[in-house]
């Protein structure tokens, strides 16, 4: 099939709502792992976030075009919802006989996550549903305001929902496994070598690390130049904090502008080769987007999956 995915929002001033989470970064998390596994599957995918726009009605335009123009069997809308703090659950919209066998099928697998069910609606008021002209739906994933819906929030069982709620399937979990660094639990001398060297933080000579699983003057040398890096401690030693910058930079969590500080900002600086602070303000965001025209990437200053790959794989 031809799918159209809408990664909501994240084209200013088309932004998104703030809970206890930015609902920009979570339709990007989410968003970027259902095409991801729907190309896994073999689907034609066609991204419909656009680059840029002036206004967020054209912002909204732009999305219903790329749909419409490219024939899209299916057009999908991420988005994530915010009221009161107290509001919850998750529930699809859909314009449509069809829009809502598929809106209900995506909703089932949602819920089986743990949220409650706030049901199929209809979307007709919504834009990109009233002004696209295929079976469509408009996600809420759930409410990033809700602490109770924060807790069960996961990405890629979001994801892996929203997939199999579309196409009856996913892929095999060796095809597309996306596995949170965060949660990494290997503390080897081993994983350290391949980490810096992923992290491209190299010894007192400039070269890479040999990945032997051996503590020696090299790899001693760039872990204290990694500590010096982020502004921890330095002593050589890859101790629990150590550990967690690296583990948090590994996660390639989405950074933007204002919006995250401290020792993976200090190591992100390191690598645009501008002052070190810890802050990501606009002289470090400027330095992204020269980064991303570099590397062939829309430069939007938002360090994302594609920038994050460019910059450690």
Known sequence: MKFGIDIGHNCPPDTGARGIKFEDNLTIDVGNRVISKLRALGHEVIECRPQKAGTVRESLSQRCDRANSARVETFVSIHFNAFNQQANGTEVFAVGEQSRKVAKSVLDEIVKIGFFNRGVKNGSHLFVLRNTNMTRILVEGCFIDSKKDMALYNPEALANAIVKGLTGRLPSENVN?????????????????????????????????????????????????????????????????????????????????????????????????????????????????????????????????????????
Not at 185 to 203: E, G, P, Y
Not at 215 to 228: G, M, P, S, Y
């Open 177 to 313: 496994a996306l596995p949170d660094e965060e949660d990494n639990i290997d503390v080897s001398v081993l994983r350290l070598q391949r980490a810096l060297n992923r992290l491209k933080i190299t010894d007192q000579n400039g070269k890479v690390l040999i990945e032997d699983g051996t503590i020696d003057v090299q790899t001693k040398f760039a872990l204290e130049k990694f500590q010096r890096i982020v502004g921890l401690q330095v002593t050589g030693v890859a101790g629990e904090t150590s550990w967690k910058t690296i583990n948090q930079i590994l996660a390639k969590r989405i950074i933007r502008l204002n919006h995250a500080g401290g020792p993976v900002i200090r190591y992100l600086q390191h690598r645009m080769n501008v002052q070190i602070d810890g802050v990501y303000g606009p002289g470090t965001e400027e330095a992204v987007k020269r980064f991303q025209r570099q590397n062939g990437l829309f430069a939007d200053g938002i360090i994302g999956p594609a920038t994050w790959q460019k910059l450690i794989g």
